[in-house]
């Protein structure tokens, strides 16, 4: 016999890719449903940027390839969670 899952809330999230509406179901063992999560997005203020831009860079090889990365990492003031709908993710 299977288990029920027990709903814990139900949230109205936004697509970051089309700007669908997406209704996400949390379920008391962490999981979900509705929509696809990808993490939290830092935003930074262009003043922040510029000051850690003033710091510099250094290049960092990895593999065959050498990319460039900032001294400082500028300060985020807020941070948004990036959801996609079904349609988008696939």
Do not use: S
Not at 28 to 44: C, M
Not at 64 to 82: D, T
């Amino acid at each position: 016999m299977a288990k029920k899952k027990e709903i814990i809330k139900r949230l109205d999230k936004t697509c970051a890719v089309c700007g669908r509406r997406i209704k996400v179901i949390l379920y008391k063992d962490k999981t979900y449903r509705g929509g696809h999560y990808f993490g939290k997005i830092p935003l930074y203020a262009k003043k922040e940027l510029k000051k850690a831009l003033k710091a510099r860079t250094h290049k960092k090889r990895i593999g065959n390839r050498e990319i460039e990365l900032l001294n400082k990492e500028p300060k985020p003031y807020k941070y948004l969670e990036y959801w996609e709908c079904p349609k988008c993710y696939w």
